[in-house]
């Protein structure tokens, strides 16, 4: 899904940087949101950017199995997608504090 609504180009599964990202990515965003019919909100558009950031991370993923089941990707599926990522991504973050003690 993320290779293919982004254009196509194949990346590492690695996160990319902000400066790899830039070209184009905000339209390839908003091409994104259009093709699923959600409305370019700024709620909408973090949504689209985080799966051109990270086409292997969990947003996309979670995209890809939306996709995969042939239907489009739902104003709720973003709430719920993004708030999944919120959560998981608090928890790396404690883990990491106890980890290091910082």
């Known amino acids: 899904m993320s290779d293919a609504v982004f254009g196509g180009r194949r990346l590492a599964a690695r996160k990319i940087s902000l400066a790899e990202a830039a ?25 689209a950017w985080q799966i051109r950031l990270e086409r292997h991370g969990l947003v996309a993923m979670a995209v890809d199995a939306i996709l995969m089941d042939g239907r489009a990707v739902l104003p709720t599926d973003v709430t719920r997608i993004m708030t ?19």
């Open 23 to 47: 070209p184009d990515a905000g339209q390839e965003a908003l091409r994104f949101l259009a093709s699923q019919g959600l409305p370019p909100t700024p709620d909408n558009y973090a949504f």
């Open 84 to 102: 999944a990522a919120g959560a998981v991504s608090l928890m790396r973050t404690a883990l990491h504090t106890m980890h290091t003690g910082l």
